[in-house]
């Protein structure tokens, strides 16, 4: 008989007895009734077992169907996800997505990019595990140190398990990296350093040490001590970018020997690229010196950089960055003459270190960036005209220079194409006068400027802009004057930063708008100033 069947059979049954039992509860039972009562019973309990287990199968059949049920709806969403754009991808295409992401692989992060990825699902894991270039990017943001590790109410056993952790991703990234080219950058802060140093710094600096034929990016700021971890390593032979940074206002730490020579990267065939705080002298980081072709120097003396430029044979771009004045203190410096610099930039927020551009001569330069408060536009000029270079860009920012001043310097640079300008506190360069001198006036060739200025980026402090000259200044270079025996490049992108102390109204300057309408890149900006 069916389930269904033995059930339809038992709601058939009486559910009552019968009403003379009802009667027995008031009066004597007769043996009869004993007899007739206890054939009701056994019936009953019978009754009630088979009940009991066609309830159980019943709830055994819910169970199977909830999880038969289950069971489809995670098949369903399972594999519902292969109609997503995603899986549409080809492996190589997410392959370089994911590179994307893993550009900057954060091994102190509680779970670094690439690992992340390596647990979303099967497949991208294959992808990530087939794909070396994602692990081979390791940063790592403020090593601890054993200053760090000895301050009261630290765990021990926590730093212990932090320490072990990124040793075992480093040794992760370099493993599944296999021969890919490395992209390491590794910051260590240190007070002080003892004779025993930090463990954890010396082994991972040992570990990247052992792979450096793969080094393809290296940055390094902190003690000069750690980094000798790798001074048994002398061959780099794809390392083509170094970032070194050792001084004491980069890793805390006043106590650099500066007798210790910094030889490990000489043997770098393919290094191009520069960017360091430890240039003493010329012998005290040796590097290959004639094949750079960017250099960056930080926090450093005139003097030193004077030294170093004359064995630059082949540099192409060239930026000083806090660089403090010291010539005058020594021997007259002679003239350095370069015919292969294209770009000079130079920057620092404070007036207490002065670059000697004046004691540069580069032919060839073409693009100048400049934040610097203390730069003498005299001296500016100067360069521009003991070169006779083309300035195809210039880029000024924080430069105590009057509108005049400013026109007369722009006078030099004919073929400048980009120009970008920020303000400075008390020399504002949005009156009308130079705005006067930025609007092409057809009829006015002589005094035309900046023939060729196809892209503008400038800053004004709101209250001193003069409207109506700006946009005279911006629609008069919108349409090329063909008519014009010297001719005005049309401008192509305008990039315009209104600072003001007060919110202002999404109306403000409206004038400005309609020009996107006619083609130009336009994008106006507004922040709001608290003070210098």
Known sequence: MSMIGVSESLLRKPTHPPEKFEKLLRGPVSNADRTEVMKYLRDTERDYRDGQVEINKYKAMILMLESKREGMKKAMEKYRTLLSPVHRLPSELLSKIFGYCCKYNFLDLAMPPASSLSMVCGRWREIALLSPSL???????????????????????????????????????LERSKSAPLKLDITIYSSHYSSEGCSLSNTVMRLLAEHSERWEEFSYKGPECYASSAADRTHFPILRSLRLLTGPAQSGSHDQDPSLPLDRFRNCPALTSVYTDTVETEDRLQLPWASIRVLGLCDCSDASVLTIL???????????????????????????????????????????SVPNIQHFTFPRLSSINISHPATSPIHLQQLIQRSSCSITSLSLDGLRLTDSQLTSLLRLMPELRTLEIGICEGYPIARSRFLDHLTANPNDGHHLFLLHLTELKIEFAGEEVDEQSLTNALTSRLVPFASSPMGVDCLQSVEIWFWWDFTIPSEAFSSLQFLRDIGLQLTISHRIFNGW
Not at 153 to 163: A, I, L, Q, S, T
Not at 335 to 340: A, Y
């Open 310 to 352: 004359p064995s630059c044979l082949t540099l192409e771009e060239l930026t000083l960055s806090e660089v403090y004045d010291t010539v005058n203190q020594t021997s007259p410096q002679r003239m350095i003459v370069s015919d292969t610099i294209r770009t000079l930039s130079i920057f620092a927020p404070y007036d207490d």
């Open 135 to 173: 692990w081979s990017s390791i940063y790592i943001l403020g090593l601890p140190t054993s200053d760090e590790e000895d301050e009261e109410g630290v765990d021990e056993e926590e730093e212990r398990m932090k320490r072990d952790c990124i040793t075992n991703r480093v040794r992760l990234c």
